[in-house]
T-cell receptor
Framework: AQTVTQSQPEMSVQEAETVTLSCTYD???????LFWYKQPPSRQMILVIR??????QNATENRFSVNFQKAAKSFSLKISDSQLGDAAMYFC????????????FGAGTRLAVHP | DTEVTQTPKHLVMGMTNKKSLKCEQH?????MYWYKQKAKKPPELMFV???????INESVPSRFSPECPNSSLLNLHLHALQPEDSALYLC??????????????FGPGTRLTVT
């Protein structure tokens, strides 16, 4: 069965510091995609970053980057130079096998950013 | 325009009422999704429409009835709901039918309370 685990229900970071959110997953597939979505309080969920499993290079989007370790089935999100606007729920997600028309979401990590 | 809109923002209904939630996107996306999200939980997929046809029903009770009148519009008809159906209902869309690969664009949600 496909599972995705976020073991940190809550995290906090000081403004301008760096924080890493963890995600592990289990799959028998060799090729797949992994996603981090952000859901700010009372605002729309948006895609933060996407990683294609066959790519060796870790994805980056401005201050957001991932540490993708395929063998360990780990997909962590690093937020550099944290800003107050980064405070949100962060969900790791990926599709089930041969089910490229939907996503399985992790339980989420609530990130607080302190000034 | 990268926006998914949902109406109403809030809905309170009795267990004998019939109501509908509406979702609209004008991005030319061909897949649309309904999710249910309880507080502090990840979104749970309910339905997927691909090219205006229902492609996934995640064993959702029949008191929830989806409808896709055209490629831009998605409705969720509600009838005889239970208090445990109170939740945030999210709509999303993706460019193609591969929502496990493509970015999903989420609406702000309808917060439903069943009394």
């Amino acid at each position: 069965a496909q599972t995705v685990t976020q073991s940190q229900p809550e995290m906090s970071v000081q403004e301008a510091e760096t924080v890493t959110l963890s995600c592990t997953y289990d799959t028998s597939e060799s090729d797949y995609y992994l996603f981090w979505y952000k859901q700010p309080p009372s605002r729309q969920m948006i895609l933060v970053i996407r990683q294609e499993a066959y790519k060796q290079q870790n994805a980056t989007e401005n201050r957001f980057s991932v540490n993708f370790q395929k063998a360990a089935k780990s997909f962590s999100l690093k937020i550099s130079d944290s800003q107050l606007g980064d405070a949100a729920m962060y969900f790791c997600a990926f599709p089930p096998p041969r089910g490229y028309n939907k996503l399985i979401f992790g339980a989420g990590t609530r990130l607080a950013v302190h000034p | 325009d990268t926006e998914v809109t949902q109406t109403p923002k809030h809905l309170v209904m009795g267990m004998t009422n019939k109501k509908s939630l509406k979702c609209e996107q004008h991005m030319g996306h061909r897949a649309m999704y309904w999710y249910k999200q309880k507080a502090k939980k990840p979104p749970e997929l309910m339905f997927v429409y691909s090219y205006e046809k229902l492609s996934i029903n995640e064993s959702v009770p029949s008191r929830f009835s989806p409808e896709c009148p055209n490629s831009s519009l998605l409705n969720l008809h509600l009838h005889a709901l239970q208090p445990e159906d109170s939740a945030l209902y999210l709509c999303a869309s993706s460019q193609g039918p591969t929502g496990g690969i493509d970015e999903q664009y989420f609406g702000p949600g309808t917060r439903l309370t069943v009394t």
